[in-house]
């Protein structure tokens, strides 16, 4: 499906109407899981995580054959305000070195037999500092939308977003705060790697930009404190529920990212599992406040979907697993 949306009640409405999870397949595939060699059990969360796979799919016995990593890539006025440890160039360089395979999600893509996609949005014009007013207009909302909706290949079958932007932990944690409430302390973390100064600036730039910026609806809080890299995020998850493909949230910005559609529409984001628990302070808040479970905690702390791409790892592992093994009654193995 190729959408063009005119307003950003639009992209809400579809979002809200896009099906559920199929429940044949989750029947089908939670009676299967009973019937396969092993103690019942005995594959912890592998076992949820292919029943879900398989609700999400309509298919009790899936394959995963074709993952995407789709990276996009924004600039952020509020960098002006020196919240990150790097300059924001290292954004637009970071995204030559994806296009040349040097990047840690290069190799991680890779490993799990992922397709990579890279896109960069309108990095000659960084997004307007959200201490100053909204960092996008609505046109340049929806265009960002746009680009992540339709950066989604309808033909994957497992999808993670990742992201590259200089001063993007800022605007996760300004959307944290403005979504979920609480101290900007509480929501702000070390980034590419501020000392204790550059973390109190962060939490004064985040009480700046929520008196700035006072409206807390969801989607309007996204498009005016996120960059065009997270609203693409958001776009591009929300594609990957029209089109049941399950997706693998990173970390700490793709969830604050992602949390403006849990917010906006109740259930939005139950076809996405969370990859890992970031080392940036507050992903396990924001994660616990959607009811999400990691998969991993490795202290990682990158972003560029690079703990979503590892867990593709134990996801295919998971769905291998469960539509891969005989029953008890194809083995001849006697049940307890
Ligand atoms: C070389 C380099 C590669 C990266 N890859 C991801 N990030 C990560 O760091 C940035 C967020 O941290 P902050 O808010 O402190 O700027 C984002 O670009 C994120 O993807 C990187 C950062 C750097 C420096
Ligand atoms: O958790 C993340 O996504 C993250 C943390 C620090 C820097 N970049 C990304």
């Not at 949306?5 to 992209?11: A, G, Q, R, V």
């Not at 139950?270 to 080392?279: F, R």
């Not at 990691?294 to 769905?319: C, F, Q, T, Y």
Request: aromatic share 6%.
């Amino acid at each position: 499906m190729t959408a063009a949306f005119s307003s950003i009640s639009e992209f809400k409405s579809v979002l809200a109407n896009a099906p559920s999870f199929n429940e044949q397949a989750f029947n089908d595939a939670t009676q299967r899981n009973g019937q396969l060699t092993k103690p019942p059990a005995a594959l912890g969360r592998l076992e949820d995580i292919a029943i879900w796979y398989a609700s999400w799919r309509g298919d009790a016995t899936p394959k995963i054959e074709h993952p995407q990593v789709i990276i996009f890539a924004g600039n952020h006025g509020v960098t002006a305000r020196g919240v990150s440890a790097f300059p924001a160039d290292v954004t637009a360089q970071m995204v030559m070195n994806f296009q040349h395979g040097g990047a840690a999600i290069n190799q991680l893509a890779n490993t799990f037999g992922a397709k990579l996609d890279v896109h960069a949005l309108d990095l000659d014009n960084p997004t307007q500092d959200f201490t100053k007013g909204p960092a996008m207009s609505t046109d340049e909302c929806l265009a960002a939308l746009q680009t992540g909706w339709d950066a989604v290949d309808p033909e994957t079958d497992l999808l993670v977003t990742g992201e590259m932007g200089i001063g993007n932990t800022t605007s996760a944690a300004a959307i944290a705060c403005a979504l979920f409430g609480g101290a900007p302390e509480t929501w702000v973390g070390k980034g590419t790697g501020v000392d204790e100064a550059g973390l109190a600036l962060k939490s004064q730039v985040v009480g700046e930009a929520l008196l700035v910026n006072p409206d807390r609806d969801p989607l309007t809080v996204l498009g005016a404190l996120g960059g065009r890299e997270l609203v693409a995020m958001a776009g591009a998850i929300a594609h990957a529920r029209v089109l049941s493909i399950p997706v693998i949230l990173d970390g700490f910005i793709c969830t604050a990212a992602a949390a403006c559609l849990e917010r906006a529409v109740a259930g939005a984001l139950d076809h996405c599992v969370a990859g890992h628990q970031s080392d940036e302070q507050a992903h396990i808040k924001l994660l616990t406040a959607l009811n999400k479970k990691p998969l991993l905690a490795l202290d990682m702390r990158l972003g560029e979907g690079s703990g979503a791409a590892l867990a593709i790892g134990i996801v295919k592992a998971a769905v291998a697993c469960h539509s891969g093994m005989a029953t008890f009654a194809q083995a001849g193995v006697s049940e307890g």
